[in-house]
């Protein structure tokens, strides 16, 4: 069955074996910047908010002053105060008003036809939209997020589609992308995106059958009123931080296209020159796994939060984005300790996304798409999140502004701007520009000593690091570290002082520096008590005591190793109860 570019078209119903997804491998793409340069604004959102909670109307006033959103833009819904509603409750009480609204205020018109008979809908009233002043709805916290599955709204389907997909459940976001399409395709299943991987900005509009989404939620109000926050920080002061890509080193097979999506995600970030760290082991990132400065996160397996996302402080920087693909990730999205969209909020990222329901691997986001076009491509994350959705009317929500522009496509612009306003993210921008010479057949140890000379560099802990880790890869380790020791002088973020310190023991154990080596281990203990039930680094702090020598030392770590290997001792047997007085 060949796919039709349509919104209303039949989809691919292949199914591959797997015990959540569905699978359909997919071509990547070379993206290049073109169609829409101006950057969207507050006059073209309008905000959506539940209107009997008051916390809810507070998020949708703190985005309208951030964004400059007109008060006319601003549409109070009456909604359940439940989560999940039915298809009949969507239509009466968000599809309807916001249309009926939109209109009133004469922000979006539009024309009513009879849907005909046609791919599984059932044909009736449908609207098609002839003009629009608005291209993003933003939903604040309090709104539901899901639209149940309603058996007498089937439709019907080719006998060959898979029973999976036979359901009319959604979430409200992904609902509302369709707006402007609203009567006229299917409720079963979902639809083929005809915008996925499309990468000119000017058609993301109503008029051709579409809206940008984007949620504003999460634990709690304060949480999503800090997603705009956040964002336009980021904005201000240029994209800050280290790329995480935690894989799990599959090459063939169903699974395979999440490992492909997650890959091509990384090169995206590497080639605007984020500091990119990969991880190919079948396991999540360890929680001792030194994940500092986060400024991109993606990955995946696990049902709920783990890893380093489970400690007291996570340093997600200002306009950081975080995934973790998992089927059911983002049904709790207020909850800060079930699954990954609440928790990663509650710890400070600034755009998730995630499925209400099981939406099987080839119907989440293209992590590629997305990240593509937000690197090279200067798009908002409501564009990105459009064009990177194989299917619409499906699981799928973005959580953050849709507005915000993480990365700005000029680094020399962005770092005169910053000198100029003192701003503290400069040296993020500096390494940025660095890590893109070195990806170029350029001579490394000329960067490295043009980094050297730049001014800041002797002060910054990011730049610091940066040089200790050239003069490292050129195996010049007497310089990498009286560079790390220099680094770890210029006040480090904690995780990023960690890493620091289990670099510099390592460089000081090859140069015959053993002691110092173990006392560098030993910071790194002090520092993060969870180490200590760590095998691996016990292990290696025994190897590094041995190598210098240290009875004292080593006899602490075999103690240490002996508890933890030891299996935990039994329980002790239940206290009998003593009989009552006159029984036996």
């Not at 007109?70 to 968000?94: C, F, K, M, V």
């Not at 409720?187 to 940008?212: C, Q």
């Not at 992590?367 to 090279?376: D, I, K, S, W, Y």
Request: charged share 20%; glycine share 6%.
């Amino acid at each position: 069955m060949s796919k039709n570019t349509s919104p209303r078209s039949e989809s691919r119903w292949r199914l591959v074996a797997g015990p959540h997804f569905l699978v359909l491998l997919l071509s990547l793409f070379a993206v290049f910047p073109c169609g829409r340069t101006t950057a969207a604004d507050g006059s073209e959102v309008v905000i959506l908010y539940a209107r009997q909670k008051p916390e809810s109307r507070a998020v949708a006033e703190h985005y309208a002053r951030a964004r400059n959103v007109p008060e006319n833009q601003w549409i109070g819904l009456e909604t359940t105060t439940d989560n999940a509603i039915t298809r009949a409750e969507y239509i009466a009480r968000i599809q309807t008003p916001v249309l009926e609204t939109l209109s009133e205020r004469g922000l979006l018109t539009y024309t009513n036809y009879i849907s005909p008979t046609t791919n599984g809908h059932l044909g009736g009233p449908a609207i098609r939209v002839t003009r629009s002043k608005v291209r993003f709805l933003v939903l604040c916290w309090g709104l539901p997020y899901r639209i149940t599955h309603d058996p007498l709204q089937n439709g019907e389907l080719p006998k060959e589609a898979p029973a999976a997909i036979k359901r009319n459940d959604a979430s409200i976001d992904s609902e509302l992308t369709l707006l402007p399409s609203a009567g006229g395709y299917r409720l079963v299943a979902g639809l083929d995106n005809p915008f996925y991987k499309h990468i000119d900005r000017s058609h993301f509009h109503p008029t051709n059958g579409i809206m940008m989404v984007g949620r504003l939620d999460g634990p709690t109000p304060e949480i999503a009123r800090g997603l705009v926050d956040k964002a336009l920080s980021c904005e201000t002061n240029g994209f800050a931080g280290n790329a995480y890509f935690d894989l799990r080193n599959i090459t063939s097979g169903s699974y395979r296209t999440g490992d492909e999506w997650l890959t091509n995600a990384a090169a995206a970030c590497k080639k605007v020159g984020l500091s990119t760290y990969v991880d190919n082991n079948p396991a999540t990132f360890p929680s001792t796994f030194p994940m500092s400065q986060i400024g991109v996160y993606m990955g995946w397996y696990v049902g709920s939060v783990d890893g380093p996302f489970t400690l007291p402080q996570v340093e997600f920087m200002p306009g950081a984005i975080a995934y973790h693909l998992h089927s059911f990730n983002g049904t709790q999205p207020r909850n800060p300790h079930s699954q990954w969209v609440g928790p990663l909020l509650a710890k400070g990222a600034t755009v998730t996304f995630g499925s209400v329901d099981e939406p099987f691997l080839e119907f989440t986001p293209n992590t590629h798409v997305f990240m593509e076009l937000l690197a090279t491509g200067g798009f908002t994350i409501g564009e990105a999140a459009v064009s990177s959705q194989p299917w619409l009317s499906w699981m799928n929500v973005f959580y953050g502004d849709p507005l915000f522009v993480p990365f700005q496509q000029n680094l020399n612009k962005q770092e005169t701007e910053q000198i100029a306003r003192r701003s503290p993210t400069v040296d993020w921008t500096v390494l940025r520009k660095v890590n893109i010479f070195l990806a170029s057949p350029n001579d490394p140890s000329a960067i490295r000593e043009s980094v050297i000379r730049h001014p800041p560099t002797t002060n910054s802990a990011i730049l610091s690091e940066k040089v200790s880790s050239m003069f490292a890869d050129a195996n010049q380790l007497k310089s990498a570290i009286l560079w790390a020791r220099r680094a770890l002088g210029n006040s480090p973020s904690p995780q990023q002082r960690v890493r620091i310190l289990l670099n510099l023991a390592e460089w000081l154990d090859l140069t015959s520096q053993s002691t110092e080596a173990v006392k560098a281990l030993r910071e790194v203990e002090e520092l993060r008590t969870d180490y200590a039930n760590f095998i691996p680094f016990r292990e290696r702090q025994l190897v590094l005591a041995r190598d210098a020598s240290d009875t004292t030392e080593m006899n602490r770590i075999k103690a240490e190793l002996k508890r933890l290997r030891e299996p935990p001792p039994a329980p002790a047997p239940p206290t009998p109860t003593p009989a009552a007085p006159g029984k036996p």
